[in-house]
């Protein structure tokens, strides 16, 4: 079964940024949606990013303006992440749902990645 792996996490000042990955370890097919999420300490995940088969992205208020989520190819996908904020401390999960007609939606979760902003 193809895995998603993600990097780039790390710790990083309030102001600065980081990149975060996501590699799908083969090739998945009939995508209908991919994700970022993230789960801050005693809090419930929350949904980041998204973009569609098409390439339409779409943020949460929190981070809209300093998180560009883009695709740098069939099998990866980035989270660029500038002037980070303690609030954004947290696990972050790429997340690909497919969708195909008789077996209906899957979904797909990588392991996480930390990213922990503080001075």
């Known amino acids: 079964q193809v895995q998603l792996v993600e990097s780039g996490g790390g710790l990083v000042q309030p102001g600065g940024s980081l990149r975060l990955s996501c590699a799908a370890s083969?090739?998945?097919?009939?995508?209908?949606?991919m994700a970022w999420h993230r789960q801050a300490p005693g809090k419930q995940r929350e949904l980041v990013a998204t973009m569609t088969s098409g390439g339409t992205t779409n943020y949460a208020d929190s981070v809209k303006g300093r998180f560009t989520f883009s695709r740098h190819n069939a099998n990866t996908v980035y989270l660029q992440m500038n002037s980070l904020e303690p609030e954004d401390t947290a696990v972050y999960y790429c997340?690909?749902?497919?969708?195909?007609?008789?077996?209906?939606?899957?979904?797909?979760w990588g392991q996480g990645t930390l990213v922990t902003v503080s001075s």
């Open positions: 997340y690909v749902r497919t969708f195909r007609p008789g077996t209906g939606y899957r979904e797909l």
């Open positions: 083969g090739s998945i097919y009939s995508i209908n949606k």
